[in-house]
C-alpha cells in the first residue's frame, strides 16, 4: 500500500487516497512514513493526505482515528525514539478538519511547543508551530500560555522557525507582536511553504509584510 500510496501522493490525487481510506483503515498508517519521504513534497502532501483520509475514516470509525491520533503524540515521544518528526504537523491536520469530533486534541496540539523537552525540540519546533498555525481560530482559546513561547522563537537562528511563527502568530490573530520585531521586516531568511499542494519558498520578511498587511509571500 505505501508504494500505491506514494504514487497517489505524486500526482496529488486526494481523492484516490480518500477512497481507499474509505476502504482500509490502515491507510492511515500508511501514510505515516510518507510524512518524512526523501521528497519533501511527498512528504507535506502525505500530511495533507492523512487528515483527508481521516475524514473518510472518521465517518464509519471515529475510534479508530482517535487512536491514530493517540499514536502520533506517543511517536514524538523518547520512549518511541522520537522518531515521526513531522507528527505535529499531521496531528494538526486531521484535527483541524476534525475539530469538532476530536476536540480534546486541539490543547494537546498547542501545548506541544511548551511541553516537549527542550532536546527535542530542534527536530519538533518548527512542526510545532505550523501545527498551531494549521489550527488556526480552533487554537485561540488555549493559546494565551503559549503566544510568548512563539514570539521568542521570532529570534531563534532558523529562518524556517522564525518564518513559521510569523505565519502561526498571524494565523491565530496574535499578529501584533511582530510589529515589535522591525528588523523582521527586512528578514531575507528563507523558508520553505506548503501552499495550494506545491513546496515554495518565501522569506521571513515576506510573511512579516503580508502579517501585518502589506502584501506579498514570497
Not at 499531521?90 to 484535527?95: G, H
Not at 527542550?118 to 519538533?124: K, N
Amino acid at each position: 500500500m505505501k508504494h500505491e500510496l506514494r504514487a497517489l501522493l505524486a500526482n496529488r490525487d486526494l481523492a484516490a487516497i480518500a477512497e481507499l481510506a474509505g476502504q482500509a483503515t490502515r491507510v492511515l498508517g500508511a501514510l505515516v512514513p510518507l510524512t518524512f519521504d526523501r521528497d519533501p513534497l511527498i512528504g507535506w502532501r502525505a500530511v495533507e493526505a492523512m487528515g483527508i483520509a481521516a475524514e473518510r475514516i472518521a465517518e464509519r470509525d471515529p475510534g479508530a482515528v482517535r487512536e491514530h491520533l493517540r499514536r502520533l503524540n506517543w511517536l514524538m515521544t523518547e520512549e518511541s525514539g522520537g522518531i515521526c518528526w513531522r507528527a505535529p504537523e499531521a496531528m494538526a491536520e486531521i484535527v483541524a478538519r476534525l475539530s469538532n469530533a476530536y476536540a480534546e486534541f486541539v490543547p494537546i496540539v498547542v501545548h506541544l511547543l511548551v511541553e516537549t523537552a527542550a532536546e527535542d525540540l530542534r527536530h519538533f519546533r518548527a512542526g510545532m508551530l505550523w501545527a498551531i498555525g494549521r489550527l488556526g481560530p480552533v487554537a485561540a482559546p488555549y493559546v494565551a500560555d503559549v503566544v510568548p513561547a512563539m514570539v521568542e522563537c521570532l529570534r531563534h537562528p532558523d529562518p524556517a522557525v522564525r518564518g513559521t511563527a510569523v505565519w502561526a502568530l498571524s494565523r491565530i490573530g496574535h499578529a501584533n507582536p511582530l510589529a515589535a520585531y522591525t528588523e523582521l521586516a527586512d528578514d531575507a531568511g528563507s523558508l520553505e511553504v506548503y501552499e495550494g499542494g506545491e513546496l515554495g519558498r518565501t522569506t521571513v520578511g515576506a510573511l512579516v509584510r503580508r502579517a501585518l498587511g502589506g502584501g506579498g509571500s514570497r
